[in-house]
């Protein structure tokens, strides 16, 4: 009876640690809230970057160089990075010649939007770094030549709405640069990672057109499109014009190191490290 008392027991562990390594490893805390997947990624902030391995080279290669090609065309274009992290793509993009932008990076960890102001330092005075949630994005429609999410729709509690969002914001013409998770672990990502055959019918769906989903990781599909449309934009305006209160959706206006809604009287400050901090608001 000891004996299968014991097995039980160790059934048990076994199953639970099973569950424990697919919530926590491969899910990464997607299912047990926003909460839990913010928590992890403040808790790797600082090692990010040695966990994943980037290789900045392939990072310009295959990210930065052919996205600013893409944008040439257009004067002194504006781009939104979406759960931007350790500002991955802020890097690839910024270090190209040809790209003459600005950046608007968000992320919900703030510990890693802190990690990203010390990695992309020497472009600051054309990254604004963000702190928010990527499920309803603060920005008036129209308003980025270029919106990217990477590695990150599949630990959003709603990825259709996340990718609803992303093309909102996105100007006619723009550019949307996204992932998709595929492989073995993909499958254990259920209304999560969408099946590689169906994602590119997906983005089909949205407005946009010129999609092009190629393999790009191990790990991801990588998708280009453009939002239909009649190609306008570039040129970059002040945050205060696209921006919108969090909280009512109203305009907001500079006061010292904070944006103030004259609406609902909600103000969002600066951190010491220059993030604006939407997702804090104060009164």
Not at 8 to 15: E, F, K, R, S
Not at 20 to 42: K, M, N, S
Not at 77 to 102: I, K, S
Not at 179 to 190: F, K, V
């Amino acid at each position: 009876m000891n004996w299968i008392a014991l097995g039980a027991g160790l059934v048990t562990i076994l199953a639970l640690g099973l569950l424990l390594y697919w919530q926590l490893i491969i899910a990464e805390g997607t299912y047990l809230g926003p909460r839990i997947v913010v928590l992890l990624y403040d808790w790797s902030a600082r090692v990010y970057e040695r966990i994943k391995q980037y290789d900045s080279g392939d990072e310009q290669w295959f990210l930065g160089i052919p996205l600013a090609r893409a944008l040439e065309w257009v004067p002194a274009p504006l781009v939104l990075d979406v759960a931007t992290g350790t500002g991955r793509l802020p890097r690839a993009l910024l270090r190209q010649p040809a790209f003459e932008g600005r950046v608007i990076a968000i992320d919900l960890s703030r510990k890693m939007l802190n990690q990203a102001t010390h990695e992309t330092a020497q472009f600051s005075d054309r990254i604004t770094y963000i702190w928010q949630d990527a499920q309803e994005l603060p920005f008036d429609d129209g308003t980025f030549d270029a919106v990217t999410c990477l590695e990150a729709l599949e630990f959003t509690p709603n990825p259709r709405k996340v990718l609803h969002e992303l093309v909102r914001v996105l100007r006619p013409g723009g550019v949307l640069l996204v992932t998709n998770r595929i492989g073995r672990d993909a499958r254990l990502l259920p209304a999560r990672a969408f099946p590689r055959d169906t994602f590119g019918d997906v983005l089909a769906a949205l407005p946009l057109e010129s999609i092009k989903v190629r393999p790009w990781q191990v790990e991801y599909d990588l998708a280009w499109a453009v939002k239909t449309g009649s190609p306008r934009g570039g040129g970059i305006r002040p945050l205060p014009e696209f921006l919108r209160c969090p909280v009512c959706a109203h305009r907001m206006e500079w006061q010292d190191r904070s944006l103030k809604c004259a609406a609902c009287e909600h103000t969002y400050s600066a951190g010491e490290d220059g993030v604006l901090e939407l997702a804090r608001p104060q009164r």
